[in-house]
Antibody, heavy 120, light 109 residues
Framework: QLQLQESGSGLVKPSQSLSLTCAVS???????????WSWIRQPVGKGLEWIGF???????YYNPSLKSRVTISVDRSKNQFSLKLTSVTATDTAVYYC???????????WGQGTLVTVSS | SYVLTQPPSVSVAPGLTAKITCGGN??????VHWYQQKPGQAPVLVVY???DRPSGIPERFSGSNSGNTATLTISRVEAGDEADYYC????????????FGTGTKVTVL
């Protein structure tokens, strides 16, 4: 059974960078099948916002509102992928999820999520 | 960008049927996916591609999509169905293609 697990810094100072990693187990990121790998976030008590995703081909797609600050990368040897968000502010405080994206745009499964707080 | 509108809340008694709507311009022409999120947990996909259920999701969860409204129907509602539900589409005509609905809190009375 495919499982995803986020890890990374839980507290980040304003103007610094947020870095998270998503470890994939029970399957390979490189298995193809038309899947891509994604990051989604949710401010506490609010709705869901997609951040971006990448295909194994190397193509990446980012939310236009975050595009200038986001980088998603992959480490196939470790079967994991990462998120970097630069110049963070308090509005970036949220629970960050990683998820596998299917061919028609659905997300499944999701990691358990990790809370990132931006505060000095 | 594309907007998906959901009612903020739906209340239903156990054993009855809950219908959660997701409104969007010509949403019937798009693939709609639905997620269940319980407090403190990650979202779980309950319906994808309008009508399909992932493995392990009860048949009580069903979806439909036509015109400007998609609907998630929960039959024979149980206490464990109390959660937030989000719809989501992939709007290929937009530069912001992955859109989530505003979310609906389902309360089991």
């Amino acid at each position: 059974q495919l499982q995803l697990q986020e890890s990374g810094s839980g507290l980040v100072k304003p103007s610094q960078s947020l870095s998270l990693t998503c470890a994939v187990s029970g399957g390979s990121i490189s298995s193809g099948g038309g899947y891509s790998w994604s990051w989604i976030r949710q401010p506490v008590g609010k709705g869901l916002e997609w951040i971006g995703f990448f295909f194994l081909s190397g193509n990446t797609y980012y939310n236009p509102s975050l595009k200038s600050r986001v980088t998603i990368s992959v480490d196939r040897s470790k079967n994991q992928f990462s998120l970097k968000l630069t110049s963070v502010t308090a509005t970036d405080t949220a629970v960050y999820y990683c998820a596998r994206r299917g061919a028609t745009g659905w997300f499944d499964p999701w990691g358990q999520g990790t809370l990132v707080t931006v505060s000095s | 960008s594309y907007v998906l509108t959901q009612p903020p809340s739906v209340s239903v008694a156990p054993g009855l049927t809950a219908k959660i709507t997701c409104g969007g311009n010509n949403i019937g022409s798009k693939s709609v996916h639905w997620y269940q999120q319980k407090p403190g947990q990650a979202p779980v996909l309950v319906v994808y591609d309008d009508i399909d259920r992932p493995s392990g999701i009860p048949e009580r969860f069903s979806g439909s999509n036509s015109g400007n409204t998609a609907t998630l129907t929960i039959s024979r509602v149980e206490a464990g169905d109390e959660a937030d539900y989000y719809c989501q589409v992939w709007d290929t005509s937009s530069d912001h293609p992955w859109v989530f609905g505003t979310g609906t809190k389902v309360t089991v009375l």
